[in-house]
């Protein structure tokens, strides 16, 4: 099927507006599944393009979409992501950033009539063998279940020291106490949500507000006081034992912001 090109811009959704960014769209095949798997990604290179390698079985189970902040290392490659059985590339070229992200792509996905979504980070640090307990998970009827390596089943490898401390001690249960529901870890980009969690108009995601890590927390924080059923599924999550961490939390400004967004979350900020 030919590459479809499309310019998307924020629209009118029943009696709710969506606020989106613009982005291009380039769709490579029709909708094949009833869930989606949604991976945002910017400037990841040989361990993104890695990783379709290894998503490319997966590819008759989910349909993968990619959520693209405007890479320019050439791993979007659209023939490339094509080959390796990508259903579709968003690159988004409005505003915002990883939230703007998830919100690009939430909105595709409920446009193509998704019954639900898995998102997985698109550094090659989660491992693709858990895809078939959100499908399962998702299956049963819970509306949002977050991937943990800590809890028995997961495997937390090679993760750096005062990573780990910062998640168990600090994130995990502030997002606890606010959402009154017990998490292990929810710093965790690897989840699941279903249809009616996404278009919940008390939780109302599609807002510019959410422009970097806030929209993840938010959801934590606010499933389960909505009455949506939660659940956490054993994953695995791997660093490098050597070299350069993957993630885009670096140094103390990056991270005095994440924690000051988590804090703003627990206190009700984004609250609609």
């Given at each position: 099927m030919a590459t479809k090109t499309k310019k998307q811009t924020s629209k009118k959704v029943k009696k709710d507006t969506r606020e989106i960014p613009t982005y291009n769209l380039f769709e490579f095949s029709k909708k094949k599944t009833k869930y989606a798997l949604i991976i945002p990604i910017i400037n990841e290179g040989?361990?993104?393009?890695?990783?379709?390698?290894?998503?490319?079985?997966?590819?008759?189970?989910?349909?993968?979409?990619?959520?693209?902040?405007?890479?320019?290392?050439?791993?979007?490659?659209?023939?490339?992501?094509?080959?390796?059985?990508?259903?579709?590339?968003?690159?988004?070229?409005?505003?915002?950033?990883?939230?703007?992200?998830?919100?690009?792509?939430?909105?595709?996905?409920?446009?193509?009539?998704?019954?639900?979504?898995?998102?997985?980070?698109?550094?090659?640090?989660?491992?693709?063998?858990?895809?078939?307990?959100?499908?399962?998970?998702?299956?049963?009827?819970?509306?949002?279940?977050?991937?943990?390596?800590?809890?028995?089943?997961?495997?937390?490898?090679?993760?750096?020291?005062?990573?780990?401390?910062?998640?168990?001690?600090?994130?995990?249960?502030?997002?606890?106490?606010?959402?009154?529901?017990?998490?292990?870890d929810v710093t965790n980009g690897h989840r699941a949500y279903s249809r009616k969690l996404i278009t919940d108009n008390n939780l109302k995601l599609f807002r510019n507000i959410f422009v970097k890590y806030e929209i993840l927390f938010y959801i934590t924080a606010r499933a389960n006081k909505l009455g949506l059923k939660t659940k956490e599924v054993p994953v695995t999550r791997k660093y490098p034992k050597t070299g350069k961490t993957p993630t885009k939390i670096i140094g103390f400004r990056s991270q005095w912001e994440l924690l000051s967004k988590t804090t703003a979350v627990a206190l009700g900020k984004y609250n609609p």
């Open positions: 040989e361990k993104f393009k890695k990783q379709v390698r290894e998503l490319k079985p997966y590819a008759k189970l989910l349909d993968i979409l990619i959520a693209d902040g405007g890479s320019t290392d050439g791993s979007t490659d659209k023939r490339f992501l094509k080959s390796q059985g990508v259903r579709a590339l968003l690159v988004k070229t409005g505003e915002g950033k990883l939230g703007a992200q998830y919100r690009m792509a939430f909105s595709y996905a409920m446009d193509q009539k998704y019954d639900g979504i898995i998102t997985m980070d698109g550094n090659g640090k989660d491992d693709a063998d858990s895809l078939n307990d959100y499908i399962k998970a998702l299956d049963e009827g819970y509306d949002y279940i977050q991937g943990s390596r800590f809890i028995r089943g997961g495997k937390a490898i090679n993760t750096p020291l005062m990573r780990v401390l910062a998640i168990r001690l600090l994130f995990s249960p502030m997002m606890t106490l606010a959402s009154g529901h017990w998490y292990t």
